[in-house]
């Protein structure tokens, strides 16, 4: 191999090579676990220390607005648990009774979910389509 | 009449389907007989497929407009109160309506494609209406058998088994987040985007199947790849806008699963735009810009994908649907063809060149596309790890925006630094001399804004190696036109003329230097990001918040009532140095049909900073409002960015004199010499 070739393969190998550390490094710094209410019940006491973002839909009536807090419950496939939101942003628009809401964060040992962020969706009514037998007159 | 239109436009739609399957037949049997008539007829067909598709869209319009809720695609996505622009919009509100809407972008290119190349290409041009029948063809499917947007709503009444069309009194409405002014123009700019790739992937696929690889079909290809990566752009920086304003979070990127769809392609085809220079110039990167105009596409098809099924969450949420499965085949069908025309065509792609020097442009544009295509593989890596997890762990993880911004930040400052520097290095080798000559000014303009910024109190690291960029890039163009417009001055023109001739004597390489000053104002409006502030206070009446030299006093909250929406308005003014410089009115509207509430922001914008205001909600026990505030340094320069980067885009596709004669000249390279000279 002639001495140019070499010169540019260690030059594109130390810029993949930054770019890939760099990945790396920042991977580990936002990789979360990705569950819905169901599949976190059942980590059991696996889900401790580790950063997830929980799934579900929330329940109706269940919102507590508190000064610096906010409480709410998250339902998936009949398992629920208790989240405690401490963010400092507001909720979403869309955060409300019966929407599909993510919430990020970690469980604690008391099994509430301590929430840093949440986002949400209107799950039923976003791209809503007309059910034959729901219009059933 | 609405149901006869209805009728009428699934009618256009399915014929379409069948047309667009005999131009795929005539156009491949008629290219591999050597059948003129047989390929002509293919041609034929696609404008045909075009005026069908006309009308489907036509009739799907109609129906949105006279709110036939009988349709459910129109009860769905579309309401009696909302605006009738919104309406026309809400053809792309949807999945539906916007696959038809895609496949009507896709026929008006084709048609163009085909009456473009009536007397041009034509030992490509089977193959080429051949690929683009097959993608068109695809989309039919879809429409006609799985997501029809002409679907009617049925009611099974009691004692009956068949069902009955039910129109509903009002439907849905479009979602509130959608109505937005961008909402009726950034959908259809950012889909010509990227259903504009499509035509160079098919002369792409043609070349590779006739194994004409000349500069003919790469010259082609090149003029067809900026159009849509042109409309790309401006779709996604369209989008951006979008988000800052509607969705009320002070930012206007997040690297949502769909953001990120939408720019892989663009990178992809930057990538190709700059290394398609080599293959004109140096007859080198062949295969690479095969790979690039391939995958350009593919990451098209994908992001189409991987957006529409369902498989990643997002905020642009189309609902769980059945076309995943459809879109993952075709993928599939179109790597393996691109792949196995690839391999056994590489003997053809053999590069003519090789790489001489470490500082030369033949390596700068080498890096370029190394790290645009970095850049690409961490955001697609990012993107697709949800479901890799999913399916080898059984379990979802996900990466978020710290790692996408670790990357893409030094990447974009290297890419930057190369913006600067790759135009100014000569080909083969640069002299020690032409480095002194052409950088010493930029660095020095560059190390002085440092030092400036430095003794202000700057710290914010990414930012100011940002910035002095910005000034080094910046320099070296103003530079390079000032040189251009030195020479022809001597001839007697004045130096504004000779600027304007000097840009359109040679339109692809100014036109680039524009289109470089519109990433050096991206990147500035980037860097303001480091020095981004926001407070949240809870107000009553009469009560102030303070950010930066401003100071904002709540006077009072209005509400408004009307059809569409309800709202509340909270009347800001806004101090500056105890003169009241402005009134802003931040809202929050509630949407009656979808029964969503939606943030609308109120803006006070400026070269040097946007004061961004939004009335986040009301506390529940004491109905306060609750204001969030944020300061945002820089970020017009970024939507000016986007103005310039069209300019810059139009004045590149504008033949010049030199390219007119290019296309006399066999030889391209030594009339691009002669123009320099």
Known sequence: MDKRKVKFLAGSLIIVASIAWLGFSGFDESLAYYKTVDELKQMKDDAYDKRLRVAGNVVADSIVHSPGNVKFKLEQKGDVISVNYVGKDLLPDTFKDGAQAMAEGHLSRSGEFQASKIQAKCASKYEATYNVKQEKS | ?677
């Open chain 2, 1 to 677: 009449m609405l149901a006869l239109v209805s009728d009428f436009g699934q009618f256009c739609m399915l014929f379409a389907f069948c047309l667009s399957c005999y131009a795929i037949v005539a156009s491949l049997v008629g290219g591999r007989l050597g059948n003129r008539r047989l390929v002509e007829t293919a041609e034929r067909s696609v404008m045909a497929v075009c005026g069908m598709v006309t009308l489907t869209v036509f009739s799907l319009w109609y129906q949105l407009l006279n709110d036939n809720f009988n349709l459910q695609y129109v009860a769905a996505n579309s309401n009696r109160a909302m605006p009738w622009f919104y309406k026309f919009g809400a053809l792309w509100g949807g999945q539906e309506g916007s696959l038809v809407f895609w496949c009507w972008i896709l026929s008006l290119f084709s048609l163009t494609t085909v009456l473009m190349n009536l007397k041009k290409n034509r030992n490509l041009m089977p193959y080429v209406v051949g690929v683009i029948s097959m993608v068109t063809t695809f989309f039919l499917l879809v429409n006609n058998f799985v997501a029809n947007p002409f679907d009617m709503i049925g009611v099974i009444r009691p004692g009956s088994a068949v069902a009955t069309p039910f129109t509903p009194m009002d439907g849905n409405g479009l979602s509130a987040l959608l109505q937005y002014w961008a909402m009726v123009i950034h959908p259809p700019i950012l889909y010509t985007g990227y259903v504009g790739f499509t035509i160079p992937f098919a002369f792409a696929i043609a070349a590779l199947i006739t194994r004409d690889l000349d500069e003919e079909w790469i010259r082609t290809t090149r003029r067809w790849m900026m159009v849509p990566w042109l409309f790309q752009g401006v779709g996604v920086l369209l989008g951006a806008k979008w988000a800052y304003v509607v969705l009320g979070w002070g930012g206007y990127w997040g690297w949502d699963p769909v953001e990120n769809a939408s720019l892989m392609p663009w990178l992809a085809a930057t990538a190709f735009l700059h290394s398609v220079i080599m293959q004109e110039r140096k007859g080198m990167m062949k295969v690479w810009n095969m790979v690039l105009i391939l995958s350009t596409f593919l990451l098209c098809i994908f992001g189409t994908f991987l957006t529409r099924s369902g498989i990643v969450s997002s905020v642009h949420s189309f609902a769980q649907s059945p076309i995943g499965p459809y879109f993952s085949s075709f993928l599939f069908l179109m790597i393996s063809l691109s792949a196995y025309l690839l391999l056994t065509r590489l003997d053809s792609l053999k590069s003519e060149n090789r790489l001489d020097s470490v500082v030369s442009r033949e390596s700068s544009f080498l890096f370029n596309n190394l790290i645009l295509l970095a850049s690409m593989f961490a955001i697609l890596w990012g993107t697709i790890f949800p479901i890799i997890t999913e399916y080898l762990q059984n379990e979802k993880r996900t990466v978020s925006a710290p790692f996408y911004n670790k990357v893409n930040i030094p990447i974009g400052l290297f890419l930057l630094f190369l913006t600067g520097v790759g135009p100014l290095l000569a080909w083969r080798k640069t002299s020690m001399q032409s480095l002194k000559r052409n950088f010493t000014m930029p660095t020095i303009a560059a190390l002085m804004t440092g030092a400036v910024f430095f003794a202000f109190g700057m710290r914010h690291f990414y930012s100011m190696v940002c910035l002095i960029l910005c000034v080094f890039v910046m320099a070296t163009i103003v530079a390079e036109f000032h040189r251009g417009a030195n020479a022809r001055r001597r001839q007697g023109e004045s130096y504004l003329q000779a600027l304007w001739i000097l840009t359109f004597r040679n339109t692809r390489r100014y036109g680039g230097y524009i289109v470089h000053v519109a990433m050096v104002f991206l990147f500035v409006g980037f860097a303001g990001a480091g020095f981004n502030r926001d407070v949240q206070k809870e107000m009553g009446p009469g009560e102030s918040v303070e950010i930066g030299s401003y100071s904002l006093i709540l006077e009072k909250v209005t509400n408004k009532d009307n059809p569409n929406y309800a709202s509340a308005v909270a009347v800001m003014k806004v101090y500056q140095n105890g003169k009241l410089i402005d009134t802003l009115l931040p809202e929050r509207r509630f949407y009656k049909a979808k029964e969503e509430p939606t943030t609308e922001v109120a803006l006070r914008s400026s070269l040097k900073e946007d004061l961004y205001v939004v009335l986040s909600g009301f506390t529940p026990s004491t109905s306060r409002a609750v204001m969030h505030v944020f300061l945002n340094p820089l970020v017009a320069w970024i939507w000016i960015g986007g103005l310039v980067f069209m300019l810059g885009t139009v004045v590149c596709l504008t033949p010049d004199r030199h390219e007119k004669a290019m296309q006399k000249v066999a030889a391209p390279v030594e009339a691009e010499e002669l123009a320099k000279a």
